[in-house]
């Protein structure tokens, strides 16, 4: 599996940005049956979680990013999104693309997200 992300830029504080994570080399039916998340990690610090969603679409937040970041999945184009509005300095990291079901996880190569005050 590859995990291609894209949509990462940058932008001034309050304004948004969408991320687009593209699972390949997986077929459908088990992409449907797959977790996915976004992750971030700025320099010096963790690899946090943002956002993850379910095979079914239930769906996880980070406190930091509740009511701002939307994770969304399009299974017909094995592709996660997030939307993220309202953004803040405190935003600005690596963002990467995780996929996971059962023992099994792979990690997308992340794409750079900065925001200016």
């Known amino acids: 599996v590859q995990l291609q992300a894209s949509g990462g830029g940058l932008v001034q504080e309050g304004g948004s940005l969408r991320l687009s994570c593209v699972a390949q080399?997986?077929?459908?039916?088990?992409?449907?049956?797959?977790?996915m998340a976004w992750y971030r990690q700025a320099p010096g610090k963790q690899r946090d979680l943002v956002a993850a969603i379910t095979a079914s679409g239930n769906t996880n937040y980070a406190d930091s990013v509740k009511g701002r970041f939307t994770i969304s999945r399009d299974n017909a184009r094995k592709t996660v999104r997030l939307q993220m509005n309202s953004l803040k300095p405190d935003d600005t990291a690596v963002y990467l693309c995780?996929?996971?079901?059962?023992?099994?996880?792979?990690w997308g190569q992340g794409t750079q997200v900065t925001v200016s005050s």
């Open positions: 080399r997986t077929i459908l039916s088990v992409f449907v049956d797959t977790d």
């Open positions: 995780n996929y996971k079901r059962g023992l099994t996880q792979y």
